[in-house]
């Protein structure tokens, strides 16, 4: 079965063909980076405008294959990007005359690790459903969350951060050390020559206080608040502003430590509240190399294996849209036609 999938949540515009849930026909992407760099983030009305002048050929660049259904994101994101890639997926499923799927985005994300290429080998990880009951995490610019799935197609938020998202705070970071956007990337190639061993600056690591209220009834040793790093951030700088590379480099090592260090917690304390198979891990922010090494340190520890992507399917793409929705444990038939989009769609949902 190819479905064909569309994702426009945020600053990219994507269209997929996926095969069976897992092979990748065609991934084609569009990125407003150069669009959004001139004010350090996402500017929603630039994207929406971008979306509508593009989608119409990332599309039919996508459509290298006869599609059986078409697939798209309805949340969570930016209301004004899910509408454009919304309605282009209703309209292209009505004049194909094939069915419709509406997908959540963070799901789509742990979808990821079972992705591979056509043409390519064949992937040692095998079906999603061998895999269960598994943790997953899901990092990128908007959402930092861990779920518990227990079986497949089954999603439980156990955790996530109660703010500021771990690629939203190296965005506002790198913003504020004037290193550029998107900051994850530019961050983490700061940061690599960097000893840890070395005497680095302290900063948080965003452990909220129990009982509070926007934990909403989760556990807050499995969540994260990353307002406060932010701030400390900026006033380090303001009191000891870095005379040069060197002393930037040590003070942005040690601020994507403390990220690092609070998402490798939570994990490690999510791996051993109960027997989980697998740890799975999608999201942008899982392509930060120190947080791979910490993720793979925690997860060897809990003896569990670590899935993660391949690089170009870390970041939004529509072959995860796709590749979820052949599962069918989402919005279908008529409801997908007349579902509206849903910026504060979460996991299970």
């Known amino acids: 079965m190819n479905i064909l999938g569309i994702e426009s949540s945020c600053d990219e515009t994507a269209c997929a063909i996926v095969k069976d849930g897992r092979e990748v026909l065609s991934n084609v992407v569009y990125t407003q980076i150069p669009l959004h760099q001139p004010y350090g983030g996402v500017v929603p009305e630039v994207a929406s405008r971008a979306h509508i002048e593009k989608i119409h050929g990332v599309v039919k660049e996508a459509m290298r294959a006869p599609v059986d259904a078409v697939a798209v994101t309805y949340g969570p994101g930016l209301a004004s990007s899910l509408l454009v890639g919304l309605n282009a997926a209703k309209g292209l499923a009505l004049s194909l005359g094939v069915p419709l799927y509406g997908v959540n985005h963070i799901e789509a994300h742990l979808h990821t690790p079972f992705l591979y290429d056509t043409g390519a080998q064949a992937t040692t990880v095998s079906a999603p459903e061998s895999y269960m009951p598994a943790l997953g995490l899901a990092v990128s610019g908007g959402h930092t969350t861990w779920v518990d799935m227990p079986s497949y197609g089954e999603y439980k938020i156990i955790g996530q951060t109660l ?80 005379k040069d590379d060197a002393e930037k480099a040590r003070l942005v090592a040690a601020y994507q430590e403390a990220i690092v260090g609070a998402l490798a917690d939570r994990t490690a304390r999510a791996l051993k509240r109960r027997s989980y198979k697998v740890l799975i891990v999608g999201g942008g ?38 590749g979820l929705a052949f599962w069918r444990r989402n919005v279908v038939g008529d409801a997908a036609l007349a579902v509206d989009v849903n910026p504060s769609l979460q996991p299970g949902d």
């Open 285 to 322: 922010v899982s392509l930060n190399g120190r947080l791979r090494v910490r993720l793979a340190e925690v997860a060897q520890s809990a003896g569990v294996p670590l899935l993660l992507a391949q690089p170009k399917y870390c970041g939004d793409n529509a072959a995860m849209i796709a």
């Open 163 to 242: 703010d500021d998202a771990a690629g939203e705070a190296f965005d506002k970071a790198a913003k504020l050390l004037g290193l550029g956007y998107p900051g994850g990337p530019v961050i983490d190639r700061w940061a690599r020559g960097v000893s840890l061993t070395d005497d680095l600056p302290r900063f948080p690591k965003g452990a909220p206080r129990p009982g509070t209220a926007a934990l909403a009834g989760l556990d807050a040793e499995l969540c994260v608040s990353f307002s406060g790093l932010k701030t400390a951030l900026l006033y380090s700088v303001r009191k000891n502003p870095p």
